[in-house]
């Protein structure tokens, strides 16, 4: 079945140690995203990709950054974790338009421990 | 920017009994999704509304859309222990080759047998 996928499912980090995360997804969609979501809160979105053109949220800290190889995958590096970032990650595609908007497809998160 | 807010933030319900959640926008909204989430999982979409008034319904859900484009409610009729999660709107604006989901603050509902 076509996917997202999300490696690790569960990570911990020390304090300043930097950690990658990583998504990938055999839907050939050329939107990718990723989400921050904290307990009991809603998802926001840290920043997109489409295809290979990065688009940042204006609050997205700069200790967030992200790569993307090739269209199947995309990292999130969080250079310098602070306790703060303690979340669930959650990585979403959805097919590319330039007027209409698609239902995104989210993966089962990567839940990011700092100690 | 823009805000999305949701009401009730928690409903607790006995079986059998209805849900609504209600959504508010800060801004008109080109058109708005809804998404539910179970406890321990992921977003999961649920429908998608465009146009002014509209209505959908998927079984026992019906979905609204405001008339000025800016509220949106999602009810449910005779709620089973399947319902359980929390369910999210989200506003979305639709950029140049994706869309920027603005997520509601979500209503957790919880049924009770």
């Known amino acids: 079945d076509a996917m997202v996928i999300q490696n690790p499912r569960y990570q911990v980090t020390q304090f300043g140690k930097p950690v990658t995360l990583s998504c990938s997804q055999t839907l050939n969609h050329n939107v990718m995203y990723w989400y921050q979501q904290k307990s009991s809160q809603a998802p926001k979105l840290l920043f997109h990709?489409?295809?290979?053109?990065?688009?940042n949220e204006a609050d997205t800290p700069d200790n967030f950054q992200s790569r993307r190889p090739n269209t199947s995958f995309c990292f999130l590096d969080i250079r310098s974790p602070g306790l703060g970032d303690a979340a669930m990650y959650l990585c979403?595609?959805?097919?590319?338009?330039?007027?209409?908007?698609?239902?995104?497809?989210f993966g089962p998160g990567t839940r990011l421990t700092v100690t | 920017g823009q805000q999305v807010m949701q009401i009730p933030q928690y409903q607790h319900v006995q079986e059998g009994e209805d849900f609504t959640t209600y959504c508010n926008s800060s801004t008109t909204l080109s058109n708005i999704q809804w998404y539910k989430q179970r406890p321990g999982g992921h977003p999961v979409f649920l429908i998608q509304?465009?146009?002014?008034?509209e209505v959908k319904k998927q079984k026992r859900l019906t979905f609204q859309f405001g008339e000025a484009k800016k509220n949106s409610s999602l009810h449910i009729t005779a709620t089973q222990t399947t319902d359980v999660g929390t369910y999210f709107c989200a506003g979305n604006e639709v950029t140049g080759g994706g869309n920027k989901l603005t997520f509601g603050t979500g209503t957790q509902l919880k049924v009770e047998l």
């Open positions: 509304l465009v146009k002014s008034g």
């Open positions: 990709y489409y295809d290979k053109d990065f688009n």
């Open positions: 979403a595609t959805s097919r590319d338009s330039d007027s209409y908007s698609y239902e995104q497809y």
